[in-house]
């Protein structure tokens, strides 16, 4: 059986121009990077803009996202991909919206986004490792960033910055937890200030975040200039305009913001851009990107990190807020050995057929669907198929999702690509076209924060209340005070249970979910919330993937997943 990897690499691509040509967009509206891959100019971007600010000359949008992640995987990109390829195969033009990976994971524990099988885009490797080199560029941003506040502090400190109060912090797109709490200016006056400092990874920044929510150069400068990034000693917020270096990080972003067009092993078009995680950030791909796919196709499939509590929450009452977008369907990815797992069967024992496992996990399941009734969006279940699922396994999940008035289709995208998911492509356009979902926010923007975190603790997480220390509870109020009671949250908690707690599997319900920490991102627009042990920063695992990885003297790439 060949691995993913060499799947991709036996694939023969088409010219970049020919995928682009397929949604009408010419040679000159692309700046090619190789033969492969390409960035939408700016001329084409806005003109793309204008077509899908009109809801009726825009496609539909199909979310996808899934059940609690488990070690058994679930394969949501792999789901999107084939999704796409699906809707290809039966006539419809379909479009796919994906965010780019991390190095992180790549080399850490998750692997890649580009899919898996025959539902995968490509050149996988040149996509998962550096790709067109906008996450670097949002890290150098991001560091100048850092740099030019310290500068500043080094340099007389005109603006009187508090040292102890600066919460910019430095970003690497890799897993290091030793830079998560660092000490930085020793070694005497000319080397700065000496202070406390933090890391975290690129993907989580509030950089990032900007990058994805902006829409324009003129945009991103406006979202730039208001970062909150310190407190003088009188206490005053001091925002990073009052630095006058804001043009100086939108030309290192001038072209991170414009998004990536890539293809699909079927050669359909797939835009690929901005990489927030879910779990510690909004988890979405751009608006630009979304924009410029519902500007060309008629159905769009674009995804949300990891499940339902965390991705698909954010993008409805974050990015669905900032764009004016919504989605006519979600589609929920599900796997039978995820389930068993959420049922209490141990991950050696999967491959045994359990029908009271998967009963039982199905509760997770069952959550998410709940969940995603809440915006008033129609769900359709994605059963991707493993080997060792039984057909009563098969049956009886499709069964329960029936029960809870939803349809479940197995999906083969893995296996077959485009054809193995062409049912759910005829289900999941159905539904798109059927004008059933009327759309809205879990919560309105005029409440508290403090409530709107509430709201999503009990909604979507089950929680029985809501632990918010004092201390907490007075920076929330002294964000609404600056200014910003009506931003949305941003949740930043475990992926692997609906709490803030990684042992709780299945539905945990009736708990304490605790606060502990918020953080202002005054430019992306939202306020960040940590709960639990949650990291900014993650950690490489005993057995990292880059034990696996290599490369020979044609270039060629092995172990990359």
């Not at 990109?77 to 994906?98: E, F, H, P, Q, R």
């Not at 193995?420 to 004008?435: I, N, Q, R, T, Y």
């Not at 910003?484 to 692997?496: L, S, W």
């Not at 990291?535 to 993937?545: C, N, Q, W």
Request: aromatic content about 6%; glycine content about 8%.
């Amino acid at each position: 059986m060949l691995s993913d990897i060499e799947i991709a690499q036996k694939n023969v691509m088409i010219p970049i121009k020919e995928v682009a040509s397929k949604i009408g967009i010419t040679e000159d509206s692309l700046d090619s990077y190789g033969k492969y891959k390409a960035k939408i100019t700016f001329a084409e971007l806005r003109a793309l803009q204008k077509k899908a600010s009109n809801p009726s000359t825009r496609g539909k949008l199909i979310l996808t996202t899934a059940v609690t992640p488990t070690p058994a995987g679930e394969g949501k990109s792999t789901v999107s991909i084939g999704l796409g390829d699906g809707l290809n195969k039966i006539g419809k033009k379909a479009v796919i919206a994906l965010r780019e990976p991390s190095l992180g994971p790549c080399f850490g524990v998750k692997g890649g986004a580009c899919g898996g099988g025959y539902a995968q885009i490509v050149p996988m490797e040149e996509i998962n490792l550096h790709f067109t080199g906008d996450i670097h560029a949002i890290s150098i941003a991001n560091n100048l960033i850092s740099a030019l506040i310290d500068n500043h502090i080094q340099q007389a400190n005109l603006l009187g910055i508090d040292p102890r109060t600066i919460t910019w912090k430095r970003v690497v797109d890799l897993n290091d937890r030793a830079l998560r709490n660092i000490t930085i200016g020793l070694g005497g006056k000319t080397n700065g200030v000496p202070r406390e400092d933090h890391f975290c990874i690129s993907v989580a920044s509030e950089l990032m975040a900007i990058v994805c929510l902006s829409t324009s150069i003129s945009d991103l400068k406006k979202r730039l200039d208001s970062i909150t990034i310190a407190q003088t000693f009188d206490k005053r917020p001091v925002k990073f305009g009052e630095l006058k270096c804001t043009g100086a990080i939108a030309a290192l972003l001038k072209d991170a913001i414009r998004p990536n067009l890539v293809q699909t092993l079927e050669k359909n078009p797939v835009f690929v851009h901005g990489g927030p995680f879910a779990n510690i950030a909004q988890g979405t791909n751009s608006i630009n990107a979304t924009m410029c796919a519902l500007a060309t196709a008629d159905y769009v499939v674009t995804e949300a990190g990891f499940a339902a509590d965390l991705g698909a929450e954010k993008f409805m009452d974050i990015k669905c807020r900032v764009a004016g977008i919504s989605p006519s369907v979600v589609v929920i990815v599900a796997t039978v050995r995820a389930l068993k797992m959420h049922g209490g069967m141990a991950k050696a024992d999967l491959s045994s057929p359990s029908i009271s496992a998967l009963q039982a996990g199905f509760e997770n399941l069952s959550v998410h669907l709940e969940n995603i009734a809440k915006f008033g969006v129609p769900a359709v279940v994605a059963i991707n198929k493993f080997i060792t699922d039984t057909p009563e396994e098969i049956n009886l999940l499709i069964k329960l999702c029936e029960k809870k008035g939803a349809r479940a289709v197995l999906c083969e995208g893995w296996e077959k690509g485009g054809e193995g998911v062409v049912e759910l492509a005829k289900v999941v356009a159905e539904e798109a076209d059927s004008g059933k979902a009327n759309f809205h926010y879990l919560y309105e923007s005029n409440i508290s924060l403090a409530d709107k975190i509430k709201t999503i603790a009990r909604q979507i997480y089950r929680a029985k209340d809501v632990d918010i220390p004092p201390a907490i509870l007075k920076k929330l109020r002294d964000f609404e005070e600056m200014g910003y009671k009506e931003f949305p949250v941003c949740i930043a908690k475990t992926q692997n249970s609906i709490s803030h707690d990684p042992k709780l599997m299945g539905a945990p319900k009736d708990y304490i979910f605790p606060v502990r920490d918020v953080q202002l991102y005054s430019g992306a627009g939202f306020v960040v919330v940590l709960a639990g042990d949650i990291m900014t920063m993650p950690g490489l695992p005993k057995m990292p993937a880059a034990l696996n990885i290599d490369v020979d003297d044609d270039g060629n790439i092995s172990g990359l997943f």
